[in-house]
């Protein structure tokens, strides 16, 4: 087999230092170095929603897509799954964002495709594949005109994910019995559809079974905790303004009736009980 050519090997190395910087770039959520990487003739096409961008377009592209926190602080979402692959003046790297929503989880699978020229950016062809558990997978099948008419991208979603989830985290909106879909598109600055298509579509949930399995679990860590409220008093602080609802949505989750829930806590050692 011939050596390759001095000059190929030269750029093939070349091409993956350029993509190699804007990885880094990336894993430190560092906009300006991102914005850096890119040619002034940049085109970045977006399979995922039908977007081609120019380099005018990526500031707010990226303000979109670009998490609050850095990698690994409080939760990273984002992984690269595959070393850069450089031949020439082109690259592929692929990378997994996980969407992880209290019991709920799917995963997007995307991939860039990259060519450098004068050593930046110069074209990025970035496809992104869903990926569901079994049980949501069959509840609903998402449509490349929703992506399309959400303005949303596969780093966008995962984005949505991780502030919604924070959201509910630290705010505790299912606490209201009122709580609906608009007040929470309001409160978190997404629009209703974007937020009904991240539970429906990708995860395969409606919004009424998302806070109602956040109300639930109100209910289970502080029965846990040690709380002597009694059950239905616990349920409607929890947000809960049916107990025919709480009572299903308890016995689906724990297997048994919440009687039978805190005989069995009484049963463990106190240390246990919130394990």
Known sequence: MAEADPADRALTEATRAVVLRYHQAWKRRDRAAILACYHPDIAYIDYFQGLSLSLADLPAYLD???????????????EHIDRIRADGDTAFIQYRISLPLGRHQAELHSSEAIAVRDGLIWRIRE??????????????????????????SARQIGTLARDLDGYFARHRPYLAPDLDLTHVAQATGYTRNQISYLLNQVLGVSFYQYVT?????????AMAAGSEAKTDAAAFAAGFNSLSAFYRAFRQSTGVSPAAYRRSLAEKPSSLRTR
């Open 213 to 221: 399995q956040k109300r639930l679990q109100h209910c289970l860590t």
């Open 127 to 152: 496809y992104a594949t869903l990926t569901r558990p079994a049980e949501a997978a069959t509840a609903a099948k998402p449509t490349r005109p929703a992506e399309q008419k959400l303005g949303l």
């Open 64 to 78: 979109r897509a670009m998490p609050a926190a850095p990698a690994g602080d409080g939760g990273d979402y984002l």
